[in-house]
């Protein structure tokens, strides 16, 4: 069987982001693998172990720099890798078709796993356009995934608390949340071992995959601006408490 | 006349108010706004929908009856009626039901897709939306056949647009795809959706142990809001992880956020910095969440919230009260 994972180079989400030329930023921070790529790296090892005959393949696109969070995903338990290069920041579109063209050249998988957002575009969708251009069905939010025959079983996160149960065939496309499992972090011998491990590296000029017809283009970027001026309530608990209901009506408009 | 479309959303048998928002932010002189209605309940919301400018409500079904749920057939379906009445501008909430439907379509459509948009302008085809968990704003430029649009809940305060609204019905036949939904499992957390609610209120490290977000409950109750935590409380398994509310969590955009015994880190501050109004109750003065708020109390959230329940819970006893006279 074989296995795919996507997985994005993104900045800390503790870095500071500095814009500069109006729509870049300060790349000279520290980038980690996108947290939810952690759960979708653990997803493909535990059907690795699972069904035993089995590759797991980490794939990413982006800047040199991102062989870092690919060597994570060796040191993880994935077996080789391949990163796209581009020193563009690509949109999900080119992403999705990149991907598409990188991971069908390799020879088509069984299962795609991938976390169901990126940290830094919070684009919500990159999956799905993979799923659509290799035409393989797609769960994203997935909290519960077992592999039975040919078929994927998953619970997918819904509105307030509630699961979908869905099945399909393979190939598929999963995206994982948060919930579907603890990554287990490598230990020293995995890291040595993980630099041994193949990193094929294809530019993505050189790769052949379908023009987008649609873009999203960064035109500029502004930092969030903090501007509130925080006040104490003070007093007994009873009358801050009174203030405080006061506020929630008058400021608030709620109540 | 520009035709958009908007994805219309139903909970418990009730129009989302979060709907009324997205029609405001595609409402112009110069835009026809169509309604997507999936759950074969076109009729029953006529009047609400033409309140806040709905033109045409498309009450779409199957041959068979009303659309049984499943991702693949209902995003089919929006798509066949773009098709049919030439929309290719798609507005959604970035809800659960949009995050599973409007990245289906615009990945069919190969349209570009901007979700939890909190700016749109249709024309120009720019929008803002935060980054970098919600570090920076960008405005994006999008271009294509078509177009696809999420919303943030809660981003654009609804305004009212009186007009005459007419039923189309709309029959399509299911496509499942290879998807089989096999069962819905309800959750255990009650009513009002958490990244929805015009009320928040989170409990973090504070809270010591997962009985006593009861007293967040109970609280939430009588205000009517939702229940949130941070990342702290989620991992020490007092709450399910689907109330966690920061970078790795549910972001939400309330009238008002009351975050208890949170410390405010960055990632927690990425998924509430945009609520209206920020409420902290922490013991420690010197705490982040103190000095990007705007109230807050330096008590402990043990003695302070039973009292809010408590002073709420009379207030409106008092207005029944008056209601009853």
């Known amino acids: ?255 | 006349m520009e035709k958009i479309g908007i994805l219309i959303e139903i909970k418990e048998g009730e129009l989302k108010k979060t709907n009324f928002g997205v029609i405001t932010a595609a409402r112009d002189d110069s835009h026809e706004i169509y309604a997507f209605l999936l759950d074969g309940c076109g009729v029953e919301f006529k009047s609400q929908l033409a309140y806040y400018g709905v033109q045409k409500i498309i009450d779409i079904s199957s041959t068979d009856g009303p659309l049984v749920w499943n991702p693949v057939s209902w995003s089919m379906a929006i798509i066949h009626a773009m098709d049919h009445f030439g929309i290719n501008t798609l507005l959604g909430l970035t809800s659960f039901l949009g995050k599973e439907l409007l990245p289906r379509i615009a990945a069919y459509l190969d349209a570009p897709l901007v979700m939890d948009c909190t700016g749109v302008h249709l024309t120009q085809h720019t929008v803002n939306k935060s980054q970098f968990s919600g570090k920076t704003i960008a405005t994006l430029n999008v271009s294509g056949g078509s177009y696809i649009y999420g919303i943030r809940p809660n981003a654009f305060e609804e305004k009212p647009a009186p007009c005459e609204a007419e039923i189309i019905p709309f029959q399509t036949e299911p496509e499942n795809g290879d998807l089989i939904v096999k069962e819905i499992k309800q959750g255990a957390s009650s009513g009002i959706d958490l990244s929805e609610a015009d009320i928040v209120i989170s409990g973090g490290r504070g809270m010591k142990n997962s009985e006593n977000f009861r007293l967040l409950f109970e609280c939430a109750d009588v205000m009517g809001a939702a229940v949130g935590a941070s990342r702290v409380a989620v991992d020490a398994k007092w709450v399910p992880y689907s109330m966690q509310v920061g970078q790795t969590g549910v972001t939400v955009s309330p009238k008002v956020y009351i975050a208890c015994g949170i410390s405010g880190s960055v990632q927690h501050f990425a998924g509430m910095k945009t609520s209206g109004l920020i409420v902290a109750v922490n013991t420690d003065p010197e705490a982040n969440i103190t000095k990007n708020c705007d109230y807050y109390i330096v008590s402990d959230l043990f003695e302070i919230i039973p009292i809010l329940t408590k002073q709420i819970k009379e207030i409106i006893g008092e207005d029944h009260l008056t209601g009853a006279k």
Do not use: W
């Open chain 1, 1 to 255: 069987m074989k296995i795919c994972v996507c997985v994005k180079h993104v900045p800390d989400s503790a870095a500071n982001i500095a814009i500069k030329e109006k729509n870049q930023f300060d790349e000279s921070i520290t980038f980690i693998m996108n947290p939810y790529d952690e759960h979708a790296v653990e997803a493909a090892v535990r059907v690795k172990k699972q069904v035993g005959d089995a590759e797991v393949i980490a794939v990413s696109v982006g800047k040199e720099d991102a062989v870092k969070t690919l060597r994570s995903a060796l040191s993880m338990g994935a077996d080789r890798a391949i990163l796209i290069k581009t020193n563009i920041r690509p949109d999900s579109v080119i992403t999705s078709k990149a991907l598409k063209g990188a991971i069908e050249q390799d020879g088509k998988p069984d299962i795609i796993f991938t976390g169901k957002e990126s940290i830094d575009n919070e684009g919500l969708q990159t999956m799905y356009r993979l799923a659509a251009a290799l035409d393989m069905s797609a769960a994203s939010n997935v909290m519960a995934f077992s592999l039975e025959q040919e078929r994927v079983l998953v619970e997918c996160e819904m509105e307030a608390g509630a699961r979908g149960v869905m099945d399909m065939p393979l190939p598929c496309v999963i995206g994982t949340s948060k919930a579907l499992n603890k990554p287990s972090y490598p230990t020293l011998p995995d890291i040595m071992r993980a630099k041994k491990k193949e990193v094929k590296i294809i530019d993505l000029e050189n790769l052949v995959f379908e023009k987008p017809m649609s873009r999203v283009e960064i035109l500029e970027l502004k930092p969030a601006i903090e501007k509130r001026s925080p006040k104490e309530l003070k007093g007994r608990p009873e009358d801050v408490v009174t203030q405080l209901i006061h506020i929630l009506c008058e400021e608030g408009k709620v109540l």
